[in-house]
């Protein structure tokens, strides 16, 4: 008996949870801030660190980043939930998403995008490339500078299931069999 059957690429895609989810936060040339929640990104690079992130052209964030080149990577904890979930499902042009998180912010060192204070890290990235393969455009931005929370043992928040369910994701103990 064979283990795999072809089924249709939706139904497939319903088993890729858990999924992780940042936040990328943007500046405009007069220090007005945006946050935007995106769950399609990867690390494409190590030499030099690059991440790849995939932004909806129409996006508030889109035409900052394009604009400005440059943007923040944040990984959010498990208790930013809520402001995940709405810097994910609002947009941003008309509103300041980043102020109605109430996420706390500081300054990064070499971009003008803040950082999100209580992110398990933040990654300051500089757009190096714009590709445009499919319906989604995918930025390509390099890694100068990145930051990790002072205190150990957040734990990184994910999407779980369809929906936006989001939960934090505990890590795997050495040592430790996984039963399923």
């Not at 402001?83 to 109605?100: C, I, Y």
């Not at 205190?151 to 934090?168: M, S, V």
Request: one cysteine or more.
């Amino acid at each position: 008996m064979k283990m795999q059957k072809q089924t249709p690429i939706p139904q497939a895609l319903e088993r890729k949870y858990p999924e992780p989810v940042v936040l990328i936060t943007t500046a405009d040339g007069r220090g007005r801030t945006n946050i935007m929640s995106v769950g399609w990104y990867s690390i494409v690079s190590s030499e030099p660190w690059m991440f790849l992130v995939a932004i909806d052209s129409g996006a508030f964030t889109y035409d900052l980043i394009r604009k400005t080149r440059e943007f923040n990577v944040a990984f959010p904890d498990e208790t930013m939930a809520g402001a995940v979930l709405l810097a994910g499902t609002v947009h941003g042009h008309q509103r300041d998403k980043l102020q109605e998180t109430g996420l706390r912010t500081q300054p990064a060192i070499q971009i003008k995008p803040p950082l999100i204070m209580d992110a398990v890290a933040n990654f300051e990235c500089r757009l190096v490339k714009i590709l445009k393969p499919g319906d989604c455009p995918l930025l390509i931005g390099e890694i100068v500078a990145a930051h990790v929370r002072r205190k150990a043992g957040a734990h990184r928040l994910y999407t779980i299931a369809p929906n936006y369910r989001l939960e934090g994701v505990r890590p795997h103990r050495p040592g430790k069999v996984a039963r399923g």
